[in-house]
């Protein structure tokens, strides 16, 4: 590859920044040559965070921006009043054609209300979902939309599936990626008015790999690749997910405690419970990209270490040389045709 | 008490019948007196089942019903067409005054159906919901609606927190429980037009203990005791639930049996593993009771044990002698009034 990826990078956002932001940074320069990082923010922060750490100077630039959107700031408002913020300038570098990629562990809000005022939609797309990866059994899957925008169509519907069929496909690497819509039965008839009115239109689609309806049951399992839903749906599902997973572990846990038997299985099982632990961790695979931007936007959770930062800039690269906007606005252009 | 409550219980439904059911039933008049079971279903059946067993007889009867509701039959018609099935008679027999309540394992559709159909609602009530008890770090609470009756209205919503709220109250004996709707935020102004509409009215009813918003994360902590949804995303939520940790369960199970150190680690952890699991089993309560009907329905998971069996039975006691119904209509009209 002669050019680089430019990827804009919040690095204040988020519980670990800008620390844990600037080292992710620095991991991805030093994993790969076809990537350059502009870390947004304040400069007398960044810089000394910088000066741990050895990497290819010509890869790395900072990108000042005096503002901080903070978690509790009201997103609409903060986007159109901070506009020195890191949010705000590093958006904007995507716009102004100076980036080609935003990455932020910052205010979902916020990136998510700049994504569409300030970055823009590809022409022909509706609705700009957030698509986390969720862990499976069998790897993860997409779930789209987790976003903020509630109450969806059915045309966004379907419009999600081919969007998120394309990143599957193109981005993440899986072959035909199977699409399910989340339902409350597995029958065509089930659901409720927007389900049974999407279902039919996901069937016409010759450009995906629709498999039907998928039930909350089995999603854990790794039934489906792309699982389609709005925006309610999907944010429940995907913090469900978490609360579950982080309660029972914290009952087994709990658990092992009660006595000195169970302590000392509990001693010997570590290694192992760790290493399963580890392949249930979203953050292996990076964060939430946010679809049918003209530029991408990938949200990290506000925890993010080093790690899901690092793979989120990588992510970037593919993104950008598969040229996935291309292939959506492609298939948008398609369907129209049909 | 005088009066002995009377259950109906479909012997013939589930995974696990009759064997099981009848088994259930016999656990459950062997510890109350206070209930008489009428086991629904097909006597050649039943019958080499009950021999097994000593229990005290004047509190068990069978009553004859050839058909058998399968899983796979559509509700509605099946509830129509097979009228000497265990699910219509069994019904058929609180509309008649001859049991107060029905405990099924089969079919949830045609269980719902039949509720609506034959047992019939108390006046006022406009949905009936269905309310599974899900376990939960500080015991357990009731999601509700997890019924067939999806696009609800946000008056159906408000129906729900306060019949769910009785029910925690008067038959699980949690005192003043806390009424949460479920939302994508804290916050009041966030959430899809339903939970925007829904959120000011449970504010202002003040037979609740309403505590706002909670988050799909926050529900496996306890965060709340009756958790307000309309069915689709009660539905997901409940499924999820199951399917989440099953999954966490088996690859925790996969990951012990890695190597020699963590399989003699897993051999002692067992039975405090065991205890954990126990704790997290819904089973232990019962069934989900489905709510504003003449009398009450109890549907109990298809894979149903006796000991569910047992429990659904004996919730059925307090549910009568408490007497649900009339305080559920007496709630409804005092609302009116209001």
Redesign the interface.
């Known amino acids: 590859m002669e050019e680089k990826t430019r990827v804009a990078v919040d690095a204040m956002g988020g519980d670990n920044a800008p620390g844990e932001i600037v080292k992710g940074a620095v991991e991805a320069i030093n994993r790969s040559d076809r990537v350059k990082v502009f870390l947004v923010g304040q400069p007398e922060a960044i810089e000394p965070e910088l000066k741990k750490y050895t990497y290819p100077e010509e890869q790395l630039e900072i990108v000042p921006a005096s503002e901080i959107i903070e978690t509790g700031d009201p997103p609409v408002e903060s986007i159109r009043r901070k506009k020195d913020s890191s949010i705000v300038v590093g958006q904007r570098m995507i716009r102004e054609k100076k980036a080609d990629a935003f990455v932020s562990a910052g205010s979902t809000g916020a990136v998510l209300v700049g994504g569409q005022l300030l970055v823009g939609r590809i022409r022909g797309v509706e609705r700009t979902p957030l698509a986390p990866l969720i862990p499976?059994?069998k790897g993860f899957s997409l779930l789209i939309d987790c976003g903020a925008n509630?109450?969806a169509r059915s045309s966004h519907l379907v419009q999600f599936a081919r969007m998120g069929s394309i990143y599957m496909e193109h981005v993440m690497g899986v072959k035909s990626p199977r699409v399910a819509i989340?339902n409350?039965g597995m029958e065509e008839e089930k659901?409720?008015?927007l389900?049974k009115e999407t279902y039919p239109l996901l069937k016409e689609c010759r450009d995906i790999n629709f498999i039907g309806s998928i039930?909350?049951?089995?999603?854990?399992?790794g039934a489906a690749d792309v699982i389609v839903c709005e925006?309610?749906?999907g944010?429940?599902?995907?913090?469900?997910?978490?609360?579950?997973?982080?309660?029972?572990?914290?009952?087994?846990k709990?658990?092992?405690m009660?006595?000195l038997?169970?302590k000392?299985?509990?001693?010997?099982?570590?290694?192992?419970?760790k290493?399963?632990m580890k392949?249930?961790d979203a953050s292996e695979y990076g964060g939430a990209p946010m679809l049918g931007l003209n530029g991408l936007v990938v949200k990290t959770h506000g925890s993010s270490k080093s790690k899901e930062v690092c793979n989120s800039i990588l992510q970037c690269i593919t993104f950008c040389e598969q040229d996935i906007a291309g292939k959506i606005q492609e298939s948008l252009t398609v369907s129209d045709k049909e």
């Open positions: 499976t059994e509630v109450d989340v409350i659901g409720n008015a389900v039930e909350a049951r089995e999603i854990p399992s925006a309610f749906t944010n429940v599902i995907l913090k469900l997910y978490e609360g579950t997973s982080s309660a029972l572990v914290r009952q087994i709990q658990g092992l009660m006595n038997r169970s000392l299985g509990a001693l010997l099982i570590k290694p192992a419970l290493k399963t392949k249930l």
